[in-house]
């Protein structure tokens, strides 16, 4: 050991360590002090990136430094994650993360990061429960009808989706086994395509977020059945959960949050929680999430943490029961 070793040695003895802790308040304390860029791995529009917009436009004027969205979209968002893991963990890069961040480990053979590894969570923002829904003119009235009409003739009914491995595939095949039935999917290249389809009659029924949803129900051209959230929905008080409407322990959200990259020192990593829940409580903030059927979540990084870890545990399980592989 050299002299210079000896004498840090001695002085994160004196310190107690402080001296390391000061270190992380000093980051905290400059953090930040240039743009920021916030990817969003979708194209504009839709929930995730008014989110990210949301965000950049608060913490621009909270901070007073330039904060961009950056859409990055493709590759069922391994494009715009992968540009994220390979990004400096400095907390000058963000992803906005939703369900495909917990599923596309299972989904796909390989992925040009690990998502344990490759970042570190920093917020829950919130969730959005998937809707059950029929054309107006179904004859299907209610989710008993719905699985009664399935069990009789597997495979018969068929079901809308976004394409192989979305959120509302992935939904409706947790939903199969939940429910010990059987149907068709038929895959559209994207959430509006398939709600055009549900509404047009060209596939019977579907799953989809609140957010997505509300719009062609709110039309008259779509018919809500269930809500698969834990309890009913403010925003559809007459709406069931599919739980009262006989599939126990049926919940699916769509959920959206917030990743920086591994290795992002955990003082910048506490200041963009702790902003990110501050942002979540403003007044026009929960209007517009509540304008979307968004609810609001927040919490620690850790709580996120864990939240990510069960997700990707639900899925696993799922993917594999269905056999679901994406190229």
Do not use: C
């Not at 608060?58 to 893991?85: C, E, F, M, R």
């Not at 989904?107 to 919130?126: C, E, H, I, R, W």
């Not at 959230?229 to 699916?252: C, F, H, Q, W």
């Not at 501050?278 to 979540?297: C, N, T, W, Y």
């Amino acid at each position: 050991m050299n002299i210079i070793h000896r004498f840090v040695l001695v002085v994160f003895i004196l310190t107690g360590g402080s001296l390391f802790s000061g270190y992380a308040w000093s980051q905290d304390a400059v953090y930040p002090s240039k743009p920021i860029r916030i990817v969003v791995p979708y194209p504009p529009g839709g929930f995730n990136d008014t989110l990210g917009r949301l965000v950049a436009n608060k913490l621009s004027t909270d901070w007073k430094v330039p904060v961009v969205v950056d859409n990055k979209p493709g590759g069922g968002t391994v494009i715009g994650t992968q540009s994220v893991a390979s990004s400096s963990p400095d907390g000058y890069t963000i992803l906005v993360v939703q369900f495909p961040f917990a599923a596309n480990p299972w989904l796909y053979k390989s992925l040009p990061y690990d998502t344990n590894q490759s970042f570190a969570p920093v917020m829950l923002a919130g969730r959005a429960p998937m809707v059950l829904a029929v054309n107006a003119l179904s004859p299907i009235t209610s989710v008993a009808q719905m699985v009664a009409s399935a069990r009789a003739n597997p495979k018969k009914l068929n079901y809308g989706s976004s394409g192989p491995g979305s959120s509302n595939h992935l939904a409706m095949a947790l939903f199969e086994s939940t429910s010990s039935t059987e149907l068709t999917q038929i895959p559209y290249k994207g959430s509006s395509p398939m709600l055009a389809g549900l509404a047009g009659g060209q596939v019977e029924l579907a799953f989809d977020a609140l957010p997505h949803v509300q719009p062609f129900i709110q039309s008259g051209k779509v018919r809500a059945l269930a809500i698969a959230s834990e309890k009913r929905t403010p925003l559809m008080p007459d709406l069931p959960t599919i739980a009262e409407s006989g599939v126990p322990n049926y919940e699916v959200s769509s959920w959206h949050g917030f990743v920086v990259p591994a290795g992002t020192p955990q003082a910048v990593i506490d200041k963009l929680n702790r902003e990110l829940n501050s942002i979540l409580k403003m007044p026009d903030i929960q209007q517009i999430f509540d304008r979307e059927g968004v609810v609001a979540d927040g919490g620690t990084a850790e709580y996120f943490r864990v939240f990510i870890a069960s997700q990707m545990s639900l899925w696993k399980k799922v993917v594999q029961q269905a056999n679901i592989v994406v190229e």
